[in-house]
């Protein structure tokens, strides 16, 4: 089935008015910095305020109190409390221009989305996130209206919402972050069956959504072997929502939760010391990369399968059951087939990764430019030392987890960092060990510790050297990691 496009397709309604995208794009406090005379200024700034109020008033006696007459006033006072950073009287009036917006457009406009993402933008200012996860229902509502049930546009709205709870995962409440990330995983789940829904079962556009779900498991499993409280709480919620099957999965380790006098909130994890706890859900990961292979295959792509087996290797390294050997060998023979020449193919797999990589990529150029990405962001002043560029942490209670990044740059949050720049061998399993502190900001034993005792935590991709995994010492990377808010 192809994807509607009826949302983006749909004429605008008659709202084109010039003063609709003032009231979109709100005006940010450093504006009114270049003024010469404050006190004049902000005497003025009054006056205006008044005056548009007073027509407001004016307009709402006249016309009524949802004429769309009163827009054009309510703009320009938003305009001006935006500049003054009073984004709580900003968040007042934009409620107000929705109402009145709802009732001359319908409850299922979707000219009201940019005014809702302009709402969740302020919003954020505000430190509401909860009112934030309010208005991206409300967007995922206006999107469902406006397109079919089984289509491209929903499937983002929902990703938003996703994307969403895991920016504001240590935001708010601690006893919400298991929550946040249980309700981010359904999300996920949703995702990939509407995303068959949409594309069938066999459609190359499905690769993108498949690897969405493995990543977000993958996540998962990551959150579970940290060392604080919170992978206790993760644990808990999953062995209530899910049972202990999948974390029970594997060749080693478990969970017990047989006495009825223990009860669910008490799960004892019982892993040895090399184990990876939650391996069913990594499992369940790799079959989602499975099914990528299997249309690649299907497709008689090539390229595709080759990039499905980095993958696959790359979850069997996460799982820590081996190097990913005999998937990075078939990757790199099916490359070859595909055109892609050895001395590329030797570039990309002499430079160690940080697993689980965050995005599919069906083209071996594409992952080239990512890794060559996030390499560059710090450049090495050590002849002949590799450094790996950059690995930012989720959050110090979640140390050896890539911060996820939402796709809609309205949705990230950045929060003040530590940095540590970090040198450590990688083994032939990608793990890491030697571990020395080379710099950190600021210079505090307690972030110099925190940054040394995450690399150990981080699982890489291997450095290969034909079709071999080796050893390899002394490499570099710049660790950074939000400070607890």
Not at 32 to 48: A, F, K
Not at 152 to 160: D, F, K, R, S, T
Not at 434 to 443: A, F, G, K, M, R
Not at 448 to 477: L, T
Request: negative net charge; glycine residues 6%; hydrophobic residues 40%.
């Amino acid at each position: 089935m192809q994807p509607s496009m009826g949302f983006k397709s749909m004429k605008r309604p008659f709202y084109k008015s010039p003063f609709l995208i003032s009231a979109v794009i709100l005006c940010l406090p450093f504006l009114v910095s270049g003024q010469t005379n404050p006190i004049s200024t902000s005497n003025e700034t009054l006056r205006d305020l008044q005056r548009y109020q007073e027509q407001f008033e004016d307009y709402a006696s006249e016309f009524g109190p949802f004429d769309d007459r009163l827009l054009e006033p309510l703009a320009s006072m938003i305009n001006i409390q935006a500049e003054q950073g009073n984004f709580a009287e900003v968040a007042e009036l934009q409620s107000r221009e929705l109402s009145i917006m709802r009732m001359n457009l319908g409850f299922e406009n979707p000219e009201l989305v940019p005014l809702v993402r302009s709402m969740i933008e302020v919003q954020q200012v505000l430190g509401n996130y909860e009112v934030v996860s309010d208005h991206l229902e409300h967007i995922r509502f206006l999107v469902a209206s406006n397109s079919d049930t089984q289509s491209e546009e929903l499937l983002h709205a929902i990703e938003n919402q996703a994307q969403w709870l895991l920016a504001g995962f240590y935001l708010g409440e601690e006893r919400r972050q298991s929550d946040k990330m249980l309700d981010a995983r359904d999300l996920y789940r949703e995702m990939y069956n509407l995303a068959e829904d949409i594309y069938g079962e066999e459609d190359p556009l499905l690769y993108p959504w498949y690897y969405k779900r493995a990543y977000n498991l993958a996540l998962l499993v990551q959150l579970l072997n940290t060392e604080d409280n919170l992978s206790s709480q993760i644990l808990r919620d999953l062995v209530r929502s899910d049972g202990p099957t999948l974390l029970e999965h594997g060749r080693r380790g478990g969970v017990i939760s047989t006495s009825p006098f223990i009860g669910l909130g008490r799960q004892i994890a019982v892993v040895d010391g090399e184990s990876v706890l939650g391996e069913g859900y990594l499992r369940q990961g790799l079959g989602f990369i499975n099914d990528i292979f299997d249309i690649a295959e299907e497709q008689g792509d090539l390229e595709a399968q080759a990039m499905a087996q980095i993958y696959r290797g790359d979850f069997n390294v996460l799982m820590d059951r081996s190097s990913g050997r005999r998937q990075y060998n078939e990757a790199q023979s099916l490359l070859l087939q595909a055109g892609i020449s050895q001395q590329e193919i030797d570039a990309f797999f002499h430079i160690p990764m940080p697993l689980p990589i965050p995005e599919f990529y069906s083209r071996f150029s594409d992952l080239v430019v990512y890794q060559q990405s996030i390499i560059g962001e710090v450049r090495s002043t050590q002849e002949g030392v590799l450094h790996l560029g950059t690995f930012r942490a989720w959050h110090e209670n979640a140390r050896a987890v890539l911060k996820p990044v939402s796709s809609d740059p309205l949705l990230r949050i950045g929060l003040p960092q530590f940095q540590v720049d970090l040198s450590f061998n990688i083994s032939s399993r990608g793990n890491v060990s030697s571990v020395d502190v080379l710099t950190s900001i600021p210079e505090d034993r307690r972030v110099s510790r925190e940054g040394a005792r995450a690399i150990r935590e981080i699982k890489f991709r291997p450095f290969y050297d034909g079709d071999r995994a080796r050893r390899i010492r002394d490499v570099q990377i710049r660790y950074l990691f939000a400070q607890q808010q």
